[in-house]
Each structure stands twice: as structure tokens, then as C-alpha cells.
């Protein structure tokens, strides 16, 4: 390829992966991609300053010190400030074993330079580290990276680059060992959740657990899509509570062309929500929980001393934190505000105070949607997982009901995963979006059936799949079916807890 030709996405992400790979296996796949991110900022940040100082001496003319002119405005010339020390050809032209302390001076000079976007944000990669990162891997990385040449707006656009990048994430999150809790999004499902929402151009979104801001950038993609340049007024707000992730959230941003819009906060939203008094609230939220969590470290403050923001009304279990981001994510919502959130099938019928979440989201009637997706789509995970659409301003003729939405088997297997193809995603949203039903894959139901199952919010209960020729149910459905009976079982025994204990305290006490 020449060195001025344009990229394509999928040969950009090719050639990023080769370089991260350089870095070796000493370095886990998520400190690769860390790196990676890093190291790629610094070069397309230089480079992009290159070509606009280039072009400012053009529009300058024959002004005589054109050159300091520029020097001296550099926020009047360039997107952000690069100082001298920390461009990319000084930076790679160091002898080798300096190498790694020159790109981490580069990287502090740039975030000095540049303010709130960048602060802390290359607090915790370190290029010096050389039990973890040889020398000589890391000069083979610097090596690839230079061998893409120019990384200008203009050979790689940020919906290129971006979209390279989000192949890179996919790529190093499958050779990642999930840590608990955490399932990375797959691009599919992502951008099934982003056709779900149908973002209008300046909807304010957020995801307060957004991981790489995956959901986000496909959220303003679809707006992007849909309603063109005019998106960029779209405003995207995220946290993530670890600084390695972050870091891929922020460059993810910053690849996307999206930093302007995005204000991404490193914390914990549980305990300390970054965004929950602003006085506008959001018109969009999307989310991929943390999925049953050993530990967390905002269980025991809750449940000793409640929600001091007043968010979270019923603490579900320890291990099973979903709810607590449903209920976050809820109070977080304008009035006519809209959601799609991932959740566990156990979090829709799960018993205890989950079932008090999911009953006041029933009778509060802003459930809009519940839409089974394939098992085996997660990469290190087989939890059957669904999406909950939620509308506080739900229209007329979908009050005091839900549409239940079954494409468990709308899917086609690729090596080890099960992919959700176009025409699945197609059918998915044609079937939210017209709301008709179809026997095997859509039906509703109204309010008061929910109720008489107890808020069991399981898809297979409401919607039957079509059985062909014959009277024989299925395996998987029957399997699906007898799980979720025994499930309300289980909750009609826990609620009849209580009436027992105080009939045998009321025996008791008689005799």
C-alpha cells in the first residue's frame, strides 16, 4: 500500500493487531490493547499535527515567521496541542532502550498540554516496564506503528480509524479471560441496541458502566447513519470504575472523532455517580451491567445505609448487581427518557427484591420490551442474556402492556460463538418497531398477566414457539418453559414466607 493512499477499516485493523502483538505475551491481551491505544494516540495525534501546521503555512502564504506564527496560536491552528518533545518522530527516534521512557514523558506532555480530556488518563501505562515489555518488543511495535505511515484525517477519517479500532477491542476481547462481572459487548449486539433506541441527532446518552464506550459510539453511529453529520451534537456520558479500561474508552472516543461530545469519568457510578446532578437528565441510556459480581464494593454501604442519591429502592443480592444499574439508569432518565439494558434471563425472574424492581417497573408501566438473544454470544460466557427496553413516556397503544420478543434461535454459529447475522437484527428491530405479533417470535402481554406470574419477565412464557406440523414442544422449549414454572414456584414459596412466620408466631403465642 503507498503511503498516501487511503485505508480501508478492516486492513487498518489488521495491521493495528499485528503491532499489538509485538508487544508479546508477557503483556495480558488487555494490556496489549492498552498499549496499543497509547501508543497509537501519540502517532495519529503528531501526525494530524504535522498536516494542519502544513496547512496553516498554506493559508499564512509568504508571511514572513509564518512558522512562529503558528507556534505561537496553536490552539487557532491544531485540534490539540503537541509539544516538540512529544511528537512522534522525536519520540521514535530515541536510542532504543530510552524508548519507553520517552513515550511515557510524550504521553504526560500531552495530557498536560491538553486539560480536563487527557487528566490521569496515562497515569497508569508504562511503555518503562521491561519484565513486562522488552525493549525490543516495544521498538517492534514503534516499527509497525511507523510503518502505517501518515495516520492523517485524510488516509484514515475517524470513521475508519474508528471503526479499525472497534475491531481491534473485538479482537483482543476474545483472547481476554473475562474478570467477573465483566461481558464486552459483541459489535452485533452492540449495534442491536443502538438500532433499538433509534437516537434522535442531539439525544444526551449514557452508560454508566460503558466499559471501552463501545455502546455509546454505536449509539452515535446509528444517529450518524440515520440523521448524518448533523449527530455530532450528540452528547455521550460514561463511567467505568477501572483506569486500564478507561483509557480504551477515551482513545475509543478520541479515534471516533467523538472526544468533543464525550465526557467519560473515571468511578464507580454506584458510589459516587459522576452525572446524576446534572439538571437536565438524559433522553437515552444503554448499558452492559456487570454480571454476577463475587464482590463488589458498594453492596455492604447500601445496605447498611441506603442510596444516598436515592436511585436504588430495593438492593438485589450481593452477586447479582444488574438491578442496581436498571434502577440507576432509571432514576437517571428525562420524563420521556428511553433505555435498553442487558440483562441475565435470572434477572428476570430471580425472586426477593429483584422481583420488586422488575414489579415496579410493571406497574409503573415504562417496560416497554423484552427480547430474548441466542445463547453463546459472549465471549467467555454461555448466560443466556436479553434486552430490556424501558420508555418513560410509552405511546397510547402500548400502555398497560409488553411486547415479549423471542430470537433466541435467530443466529448463525461461527467457529465457537453464535453471530447475530443482518437479517436477525432486521427482524429484531421490525418486530419491536411495528409491534405486530407473530407466532414464534412476538407476542404481548398485558400488564395484569405479568402480574398473575409475578413479574416473571421470562420471554418463553409470553411468547410460544410455532410448532410446525404436530402437537410435540420442542426440547429447548419445554426445557425453557419448565425452568421458568419452576422459578415461580419458587417465588410463590418465598412470598408465603412471611404469612407463614406469622401464623406460627400468632400459634405460638395462643398456646
Given at each position: 500500500?503507498?503511503?498516501?493512499a487511503?485505508?480501508?477499516?478492516?486492513?487498518?485493523r489488521?495491521?493495528?493487531v499485528?503491532?499489538?502483538?509485538?508487544?508479546?505475551?508477557?503483556?495480558s491481551?488487555?494490556?496489549?490493547l492498552?498499549?496499543?491505544?497509547?501508543?497509537?494516540?501519540l502517532?495519529?495525534?503528531?501526525?494530524?499535527?504535522?498536516?494542519?501546521?502544513?496547512?496553516?503555512l498554506?493559508?499564512?502564504?509568504?508571511?514572513e515567521?509564518?512558522e512562529a506564527?503558528?507556534?505561537?496560536n496553536?490552539?487557532?491552528?491544531?485540534?490539540?496541542r503537541?509539544?516538540?518533545?512529544?511528537?512522534?518522530?522525536?519520540?521514535?527516534n530515541?536510542?532504543r532502550?530510552?524508548?519507553?521512557?520517552?513515550?511515557?514523558?510524550?504521553?504526560?506532555?500531552?495530557?498536560?498540554?491538553?486539560?480536563?480530556f487527557?487528566?490521569?488518563?496515562?497515569?497508569?501505562?508504562d511503555?518503562n516496564?521491561?519484565?513486562?515489555?522488552?525493549?525490543?518488543?516495544?521498538?517492534a511495535?514503534v516499527?509497525?506503528?511507523?510503518?502505517?505511515?501518515?495516520?492523517t484525517n485524510?488516509?484514515?477519517?475517524?470513521e475508519?480509524?474508528?471503526?479499525a479500532?472497534?475491531g481491534?477491542?473485538d479482537?483482543f476481547?476474545?483472547l481476554?479471560k473475562?474478570?467477573?462481572?465483566?461481558?464486552?459487548?459483541?459489535?452485533?449486539?452492540?449495534?442491536?441496541?443502538?438500532?433499538?433506541?433509534?437516537?434522535?441527532p442531539?439525544?444526551?446518552?449514557?452508560?454508566?458502566?460503558c466499559?471501552?464506550?463501545?455502546?455509546?459510539l454505536?449509539?452515535r453511529?446509528?444517529?450518524?447513519r440515520?440523521h448524518?453529520?448533523?449527530?455530532?451534537?450528540?452528547?455521550?456520558?460514561?463511567?467505568?470504575?477501572?483506569?486500564?479500561?478507561?483509557?480504551?474508552?477515551r482513545?475509543?472516543?478520541?479515534?471516533?472523532?467523538?472526544?468533543?461530545?464525550?465526557?467519560?469519568?473515571?468511578?464507580d457510578t454506584?458510589?459516587?455517580?459522576a452525572?446524576?446532578?446534572?439538571?437536565?437528565?438524559f433522553?437515552?441510556?444503554?448499558?452492559?451491567?456487570?454480571f454476577?459480581?463475587?464482590?463488589?464494593?458498594?453492596?455492604e454501604?447500601?445496605?447498611?445505609s441506603?442510596?444516598?442519591?436515592?436511585?436504588?429502592?430495593?438492593l438485589?443480592?450481593?452477586?447479582h448487581?444488574?438491578?442496581?444499574?436498571?434502577?440507576?439508569?432509571?432514576?437517571?432518565?428525562?420524563?420521556?427518557?428511553?433505555?435498553?439494558?442487558?440483562?441475565?434471563?435470572?434477572?428476570?425472574?430471580r425472586?426477593?427484591?429483584?422481583q420488586?424492581v422488575r414489579?415496579?417497573?410493571?406497574?409503573?408501566d415504562?417496560?416497554?420490551?423484552?427480547?430474548?438473544?441466542?445463547?453463546g454470544?459472549?465471549?467467555?460466557?454461555?448466560?443466556?442474556?436479553?434486552?430490556?427496553?424501558?420508555?418513560?413516556a410509552?405511546?397510547?397503544a402500548?400502555?398497560?402492556r409488553?411486547?415479549?420478543?423471542?430470537?433466541?434461535?435467530?443466529?448463525e454459529?461461527?467457529?465457537?460463538f453464535?453471530?447475530?447475522r443482518?437479517?436477525?437484527?432486521d427482524?429484531?428491530?421490525?418486530?419491536?418497531?411495528?409491534?405486530e405479533?407473530?407466532e414464534?417470535?412476538?407476542?404481548?402481554?398485558?400488564?395484569?398477566?405479568?402480574?398473575?406470574?409475578?413479574?416473571?419477565?421470562?420471554?418463553?412464557?409470553?411468547?410460544?414457539?410455532s410448532?410446525?406440523?404436530?402437537?410435540?414442544v420442542?426440547?429447548?422449549q419445554?426445557?425453557?418453559e419448565?425452568?421458568?414454572?419452576?422459578?415461580e414456584?419458587?417465588?410463590?414459596d418465598?412470598?408465603?414466607e412471611?404469612?407463614?412466620a406469622?401464623l406460627?408466631?400468632?400459634?405460638?403465642?395462643?398456646?
Open positions: 500500500m503507498s503511503k498516501t487511503a485505508y480501508e477499516p478492516d486492513h487498518l489488521d495491521l493495528l499485528d503491532a499489538a502483538e509485538q508487544f508479546g505475551t508477557l503483556l491481551p488487555r494490556a496489549r492498552e498499549h496499543l491505544s497509547a501508543a497509537l494516540f502517532k495519529r495525534a503528531s501526525d494530524n499535527y504535522a498536516e494542519e501546521t502544513k496547512a496553516a498554506k493559508e499564512l502564504g509568504g508571511v515567521g509564518a506564527i503558528v507556534e505561537a496553536p490552539d487557532a491552528y491544531h485540534a490539540l503537541i509539544p516538540k518533545s512529544a511528537r512522534w518522530d522525536v519520540v521514535r530515541v536510542d532502550v530510552d524508548l519507553g521512557t520517552k513515550l511515557n514523558e510524550g504521553l504526560q506532555a500531552v495530557a498536560t498540554a491538553n486539560g480536563l487527557f487528566k490521569s488518563v496515562f497515569d497508569t501505562t511503555f516496564n521491561r519484565q513486562a515489555l522488552p525493549v525490543s518488543n516495544l521498538a511495535v516499527r509497525h506503528l511507523q510503518e502505517l505511515g501518515n495516520l485524510h488516509r484514515a477519517s475517524p475508519v480509524l474508528g471503526e479500532f472497534f481491534v477491542v479482537h476481547a476474545h481476554e473475562p474478570a467477573p462481572g465483566e461481558m464486552f459487548t459483541p459489535p452485533p449486539v452492540a449495534r442491536l441496541g443502538a438500532r433499538l433506541l433509534a437516537p434522535e442531539s439525544a444526551q446518552v449514557h452508560d454508566p458502566a466499559g471501552s464506550a463501545g455502546l455509546l454505536r449509539v453511529d446509528e444517529a450518524r440515520v448524518g453529520d448533523v449527530a455530532h451534537a450528540m452528547g455521550l456520558y460514561g463511567q467505568e470504575r477501572k483506569p486500564s479500561i478507561w483509557l480504551i474508552a482513545m475509543n472516543a478520541l479515534f471516533h472523532g467523538a472526544a468533543p461530545a464525550s465526557r467519560l469519568e473515571l468511578a454506584v458510589l459516587a455517580p452525572f446524576f446532578d446534572r439538571p437536565e437528565k433522553d437515552l441510556a444503554i448499558c452492559n451491567p456487570p454476577d459480581l463475587e464482590t463488589n464494593d458498594w453492596y454501604p447500601l445496605r447498611k441506603g442510596d444516598k442519591f436515592g436511585r436504588i429502592n430495593h438485589p443480592p450481593k452477586g448487581p444488574e438491578l442496581v444499574f436498571v434502577q440507576h439508569m432509571v432514576a437517571s432518565l428525562s420524563g420521556s427518557g428511553r433505555m435498553a439494558v442487558l440483562l441475565p434471563n435470572g434477572a428476570l425472574f425472586a426477593g427484591n429483584e420488586a414489579r415496579d417497573l410493571v406497574e409503573g415504562i417496560l416497554e420490551a423484552v427480547i430474548q438473544l441466542p445463547k454470544m459472549f465471549y467467555g460466557s454461555g448466560i443466556p442474556v436479553s434486552y430490556v427496553l424501558l420508555n418513560k410509552k405511546p397510547e402500548r400502555r398497560d409488553v411486547l415479549f420478543i423471542d430470537a433466541s434461535e435467530r443466529f454459529r461461527i467457529d465457537t453464535n453471530i447475530l443482518g437479517e436477525d437484527s427482524l429484531i428491530v421490525s418486530a419491536f418497531e411495528t409491534g405479533e407473530v414464534g417470535l412476538s407476542s404481548w402481554a398485558e400488564c395484569n398477566a405479568i402480574r398473575d406470574r409475578r413479574y416473571n419477565l421470562t420471554v418463553r412464557r409470553y411468547v410460544r414457539a410448532l410446525g406440523d404436530g402437537d410435540l420442542p426440547l429447548p419445554a426445557l425453557a419448565l425452568e421458568a414454572a419452576r422459578a414456584a419458587r417465588v410463590a418465598e412470598s408465603l412471611p404469612l407463614l406469622e406460627r408466631s400468632t400459634v405460638a403465642g395462643d398456646s
